[in-house]
C-alpha cells in the first residue's frame, strides 16, 4: 500500500498526486478525473480518501468552485463560477453548501441578465435563502 507522497494512476487517465495513508488519499494532493464530459481538477486536501476542508475544483467547461468540503462534498462557504467567458463568467454564487446544494444564505449574480431597475447597475444581484424543500 503507498504510503507518504506519491502518484497514482488510473488505466482511464485519471490520476491523484500527494499524500497517502495506507494505500487511501491523505493529506495535500491535486486529484485529475477524466470523466465523459471531459476533465475535472480537484485541489486540496483530504481525509480518508474524500476532500475535506478548503479546495478548488475546476471543470472542463471552465466552471469553478472555490470552497469547503466535508466528507467529500460542498460544505460551508464556497463560490461556483459559472460561465463561457475568458475573463469573466456569467454567473457566480457565493454563500453556503451543505452536501452539495446551496443551503442557507448567498448572493448570485448572473452578469448576463442586464440592468436592474433597483441598483441602476450593470449587473442584477439576487440574494437568496436557501432551502432543499
Known amino acids: 500500500k503507498i504510503h507518504g507522497m506519491g502518484t497514482l494512476k488510473w488505466v482511464d487517465g485519471s490520476s491523484f498526486q500527494g499524500n497517502f495513508k495506507r494505500g487511501v488519499m491523505h493529506g495535500s494532493g491535486i486529484l485529475t478525473l477524466m470523466k465523459s464530459k471531459g476533465k475535472e481538477v480537484q485541489t486540496g486536501t483530504w481525509k480518508d480518501g474524500k476532500l475535506n476542508g478548503l479546495a478548488t ?44 446544494l446551496r443551503e442557507g444564505y448567498g448572493v448570485h449574480d448572473d452578469i448576463l441578465k442586464g440592468i436592474s431597475p433597483f441598483f441602476q447597475s450593470p449587473q442584477i444581484f439576487f440574494f437568496f435563502i436557501w432551502d432543499r424543500e
Open 57 to 100: 475544483v475546476s471543470y472542463e467547461n471552465g466552471d469553478l468552485y472555490e470552497g469547503y468540503f466535508l466528507d467529500g462534498q460542498r460544505c460551508g462557504h464556497g463560490m461556483y463560477k459559472s460561465g463561457h467567458h475568458k475573463s469573466s463568467y456569467a454567473s457566480v454564487y457565493i454563500g453556503e453548501w451543505l452536501q452539495n
